[in-house]
């Protein structure tokens, strides 16, 4: 193990022409400023703590890959809209395998959240998205996809938005809009290819790029 001056390191590196990866360790809505406060880390975990937790200024960031789930899943306490408390959330936990890999305990899921997903993007300046585990949604007849809020206010009025709310006081008053898609009943775990998915999977795919004006790069 070595002990050094790692800004100087990574700056010497870029000079160099070297490539170098930063990975994130919590998901965005972590994020102890941009994410749903109270129930939030202690650290930046969105690529803006890059620069502050390295000393590689945010404009030698030429490509940034966001890593989401092709549907929503939540650790612990905290507002979540999308979260399916039946037969349908198990079955999506259950095909995903969505318990802690330390504690083994059992993740909240849900179906996609996209403007949850699409203020990710914003906040984390995304190039280009890597869609995940999206062979659990294999099965379902139906696939809903959250693209909008309806907010209940004091007054007693609502309001829709497309835009996140990061407070869980406000995300708590949240009921979600959602878009009805196809589901495609096919198994995809031996895909290699775009061509080799289902059509009605590369819709969900599509669906998924227009709506967050980012191309999907990868599904896995």
């Excluded at 990574?10 to 360790?25: A, N, S, T």
């Excluded at 200024?57 to 890959?65: A, C, E, H, I, T």
């Excluded at 349908?88 to 504690?103: I, V």
Aim: a negative charge; charged letters at 25%.
């Amino acid at each position: 193990a070595r002990v050094m001056d790692t800004t100087y390191l990574l700056h010497d590196m870029l000079g160099e022409g070297k490539r170098v990866l930063f990975e994130g360790g919590n998901a965005t809505l972590l994020d102890v400023d941009h994410g749903t406060y109270p129930f939030v880390t202690s650290s930046n975990c969105t690529a803006l703590g890059i620069s502050t937790g390295t000393g590689v200024p945010g404009r030698r960031l030429d490509r940034v890959v966001g890593i989401m789930k092709a549907y929503s899943t939540r650790v612990g306490a905290g507002p979540m809209p999308t979260e399916l408390l039946g037969a349908t959330g198990n079955l999506l936990r259950e095909r995903g395998r969505e318990y802690g890999t330390t504690t083994g305990r059992p993740r909240r899921c849900g179906w996609l959240d996209l403007v949850a997903v699409r203020y990710s993007v914003m906040v984390n300046g995304v190039t280009e998205i890597a869609l995940m585990l999206f062979d659990v949604l294999a099965g379902f007849d139906e696939l809903q996809v959250c693209t909008a809020y309806e907010i209940a206010r004091a007054d007693g009025t609502t309001e829709r938005t497309d835009r996140f709310p990061p407070d869980a006081v406000d995300l708590e008053r949240v009921t979600p809009i959602y878009e009805t898609l196809p589901g495609f009943g096919e198994e995809i775990t031996g895909a290699r290819g775009w061509d080799d998915l289902p059509a009605k999977a590369r819709e969900y795919v599509e669906f998924v790029e227009k709506y967050l004006d980012v191309p999907v790069s990868i599904v896995s």
